[in-house]
């Protein structure tokens, strides 16, 4: 097979995304991601990567979300040393993830070791002995399985951190900015061009041009996460239609969402029942991308006297670092956002909001007059400073916690949004009395209308009937992913499968 592709991550579930191509002797690998959701899913962050890290010749990352980024410093702790390859934007706004994540990781190891002090004294007692960590694998999954029907236990992220601080700082040291649209040598006879994929600023869908020690060359096209048309502050995905292979993910395969007005509607709705209970509003929201979408969208509809001008409290910093790595790269705007900028208005600033930085502001906003609005990672409810704000809202019928973006399964996000009647967080349980509510108009992925047109766009690619060989349906659950494929290969007539983890498929062209 001297050119393949492995699936490392995001085959069979959405996250942990991690391809690797080989052509030859040559490696690269395209996203290295953070598995996330139940406890099966995290350990996967613990195993040993499938591959030699010091024998890739290069990195590729599509953006800079944990679930495609998160793994990375752990690469490059176990010895990878070539180059990162990502847009500038991508480079900045990964640097604020992952330091975040060492941050976060030592504070759940801490907290870890002291709700398990005897635990954590023999895993210490091993790791000096160069033993393995299976001791405490084992009492992980013991704990899986003493909790069966309970909801997700967001203590669970234990032991030692994955990486540091250090390993972070190494990483970054390796990025190399790549700009769109420009062929760039990534590896011998290997050239990559990234084009915008819509999703958040700076994400990319990558083309790769392979050629192995025959001449035997293929067009492999990685779609990342593709988002959508007419999206506020970023440009539409990149129509191709050139291609041999694709791999394309599938979030939303399986169903649309609503129009877009509709969903800014029922916003509106949701904002002014708050207005007239006054209650608190709490939004779960993605510190990148779905966050600044969101005070965008939320600044639009004060400036049109469509809600009334409540207090907002963005309550993540992550959020508020990444607000100024926006503002630093205005070359991945769309057109309305460029026009914005120019005339002295911010698209990123809702006026009056409280930006909170440290743990003190972030306590204090639960004293705040009602009613207001109060945004905070995580998105899917997984750890961060949304989970203090749960222990006081939930049990209040006159909150209400608003989803607007995808809540993966085993997550305590998908938890609550399937109806669960109660949520256990740093080990006690939290009855929900609050109101949950779903807005999907405001994803960033593409739906099925919208990925059904992204892959419909490739044409002639040197065969007869002018279409890739082969299509990879990723990044998707079973029945979304299953049900994607079905439809390129019926409307399309192209050959289209969803891939298992860990499987092989030789590159023919």
Not at 162 to 185: G, K, N, W
Not at 301 to 307: P, S, Y
Not at 331 to 347: F, R, V
Not at 476 to 494: K, N, Q, S, V, W
């Amino acid at each position: 097979m001297p050119i393949s592709l492995r699936f490392l991550g995001a085959a069979g579930g959405v996250t942990g995304s991690q391809y690797l191509l080989s052509v030859d002797t040559r490696r690269i690998l395209i996203d290295c991601g953070m598995f996330q959701g139940g406890m099966e899913e995290i350990a996967r962050n613990r195993m040993a990567f499938a591959h030699a890290p010091d024998r890739v010749d290069a990195v590729l990352l599509t953006h800079a979300h944990n679930d495609h980024i998160g793994r990375l410093p752990a690469l490059v702790r176990a010895g990878y040393r070539g180059p990162v390859f990502a847009t500038a934007a991508t480079g900045d706004l990964a640097s604020i993830v992952l330091t975040d994540s060492a941050h976060l990781q030592a504070y759940a190891a801490a907290r870890w070791a002291r709700h398990h002090p005897e635990a954590a004294a023999a895993a210490g007692a091993a790791a000096q002995a160069g033993e393995s960590e299976s001791a405490a694998t084992e009492l992980e999954m013991a704990t899986l399985a003493a909790r069966t029907e309970r909801p997700p236990a967001m203590e669970t992220q234990t032991r030692a951190p994955l990486f540091d601080l250090e390993d972070v700082a190494h990483t970054m040291d390796q990025v190399r900015p790549i700009p769109y649209a420009t062929a760039t040598p990534v590896a011998p006879g290997v050239e990559a061009t990234f084009h915008d994929a819509g999703h958040i600023l700076g994400s990319a869908i990558i083309e790769l041009t392979a050629r192995d020690a025959d001449g035997t060359s293929a067009r492999i096209v990685f779609s990342g996460d593709l988002g959508r048309p007419d999206t506020p502050i970023v440009r539409d995905p990149t129509p191709l239609t050139q291609a041999d292979v694709v791999v394309v993910e599938s979030t939303y395969g399986d169903r649309n969402h609503p129009e877009a007005d509709q969903a800014v509607n029922e916003l509106v709705e949701v904002i002014s029942d708050l207005a007239r209970s006054g209650g608190v509003l709490l939004i779960p929201a993605f510190a990148i991308g779905r966050t600044q979408h969101l005070v965008w969208v939320l600044d639009s509809l004060v400036r049109a006297g469509r809600i009334p001008h409540l207090p907002l409290f963005v309550d993540s910093p992550m959020a508020c670092r990444a607000n100024g790595v926006y503002l630093r790269h205005p070359e991945g705007y769309d057109p309305e956002t460029l026009a914005l900028l120019k005339s002295g208005d911010s698209p990123l600033e809702y006026p009056g909001q409280e930006c909170t930085t440290s743990v003190e502001a972030s306590k204090a906003i639960g004293g705040s007059p009602r009613p207001f609005i109060l945004v905070a990672a995580s998105g899917m409810l997984t750890g961060g400073r949304i989970l203090h704000h749960l222990k006081d809202l939930l049990p209040d019928p006159r909150a209400t916690l608003l989803f607007i973006g995808y809540q993966a399964e085993g997550t305590l996000g998908r938890h609550l949004q399937d109806g669960g009647t109660e949520a256990r967080i740093d080990g006690a349980m939290w009855p929900v009395h609050c109101r949950v509510r779903s807005i999907t108009g405001f994803s960033a992925h593409a739906d099925q209308a919208e990925l059904d047109a992204w892959i419909g766009h490739f044409g002639d690619a040197g065969r007869e009937d002018g279409r890739p060989r082969s299509v990879f349906v990723t990044h998707g659950e079973p029945a979304a992913a299953a049900a994607f494929a079905a439809r390129i290969h019926d409307a399309l007539r192209i050959v289209a499968r969803v891939p298992s983890l860990g499987e092989t498929v030789a590159i023919h062209t």
